[in-house]
């Protein structure tokens, strides 16, 4: 009699099929798997969306002036007696007593007055996107009352409606500047290092002469040449062109390396040696190649731009009222007594640095995604 023999039979499991993908699916999948990466990438999309959309996120017409550094109205789901209602927060009242420090009127929540807050509340009136008329907001009181939930400044003007304002001049600036230094310096860079020889080393000694100069006592020389009655527009320019011209100088160098390692590779010779013109070669096949590290670098610059706009807008040589960005907004902050009795006035701090680390972040997992090894 036999005996029954059993068989196994082996399956073979497909490997994941990841042929033919484009060189950006790549990096996307590789981006994907970067949870840092991935947090600065929605970070900036809520940034720029933040941006785009800022009179529909304020609260408060930012120019609408109220109770001087009245305090965050906090966002509150029980009443006094602690039982559980909607959503709400109280009005800001001027007491009678006057602060020690200050001599200002103490303000406080007034509990015998709640606001009930909703979602798309109507408010002051504003054109989305510069077209639509509308009075919707995202978030609000429902009988359209303004309130104050980072407080407000020393002209009683919302704290988080000039946030949100004063996104779109410093992320334009930085955005603007950064555009200018990628444009100028990849050219200069890859033609430089195309081509070499004597015009490479002229050309290298310009840019070591840039990269020489002090920047941050040029910034304050350089804009203190404006007149103070000068348009808020032309001052604006005039300090974008500032920190352009000074910081392409870096963007050329890295690119330049890039571009010497990449016009020895055998492609290029061979492109060379069938009558390619120049033009094609620098930007057909050099290009391309040095596009993943400029994309990284412009998601590290960003954040340098924004600190260095801060800081200039806090000594008052970057914007001008009646523009709102946050470097301006951290002017009221020049004091420790305003400070230590205000404190929510340093809330634009907690955003550029939400935009530092978004950035930073964004730019450290592109430098993984794009690195073949």
């Not at 965050?72 to 800001?92: A, C, K, N």
């Not at 305003?338 to 430098?367: H, M």
């Amino acid at each position: 009699m036999k005996a029954d023999v059993q068989t196994t039979v082996i399956v073979p499991v497909p490997a994941p099929h990841h042929g033919n993908e484009t060189y950006s699916a790549l990096v996307w999948r590789r981006l994907r798997h970067s949870w840092t990466g991935m947090a600065g990438l929605i970070l900036v999309c809520l940034l720029m969306l933040m941006t785009v959309f800022a009179e529909f996120f304020a609260p408060v017409d930012p120019k609408l002036t109220g109770v001087a550094f009245a305090p965050p109205q906090t966002i509150s789901i029980t009443d006094p007696d602690g039982s559980l209602v909607w959503p709400r927060t109280y009005r800001i009242g001027e007491g009678t007593e006057l602060d020690p420090i200050t001599f200002q009127p103490i303000v406080g929540p007034d509990y015998a007055n709640p606001l009930n807050l909703g979602f798309f509340v109507k408010g002051f009136q504003y054109r989305l996107l510069g077209l639509i008329p509308t009075d919707r907001h995202f978030f609000g009181a429902v009988d359209g009352t303004p309130v104050n939930f980072l407080g407000t400044d020393k002209f009683g003007r919302d704290v988080l409606s000039r946030i949100f304002y004063g996104s779109r001049v410093s992320l334009m600036i930085a955005l603007t500047v950064v555009f200018i230094i990628t444009v100028v310096g990849t050219t200069v860079g890859m033609v430089s290092g195309y081509f070499g020889g004597r015009f490479d080393a002229w050309m290298q000694r310009f840019v070591e002469l840039v990269l020489a100069f002090p920047q941050l006592p040029l910034y304050l020389a350089l804009t203190s040449l404006i007149p103070v009655t000068a348009p808020t527009n032309v001052f604006l320019a005039f300090v974008i062109f500032v920190m352009s011209a000074l910081g392409w100088a870096q963007m050329s160098r890295e690119v330049r390396g890039k571009t010497l390692a990449l016009a020895r590779i055998e492609y290029v010779r061979a492109a060379m040696a069938i009558g390619a013109t120049d033009r094609r070669i620098i930007f057909q096949h050099i290009f391309p190649n040095v596009m993943s590290h400029v994309i990284v670098a412009v998601t590290l610059a960003i954040p340098n731009v924004v600190l260095l706009e801060s800081f200039l807008g806090f000594l008052g040589f970057a914007v001008k009222p009646p523009l709102m960005s946050w470097g301006l907004m951290l002017q009221d902050t020049a004091t420790y007594s305003v400070i230590g009795s205000y404190p929510w006035i340093l809330s634009p701090v907690a955003f550029v640095l939400i935009t530092v680390f978004a950035f930073n972040a964004l730019g450290d997992g592109l430098r993984d995604a794009v690195d073949p090894y």
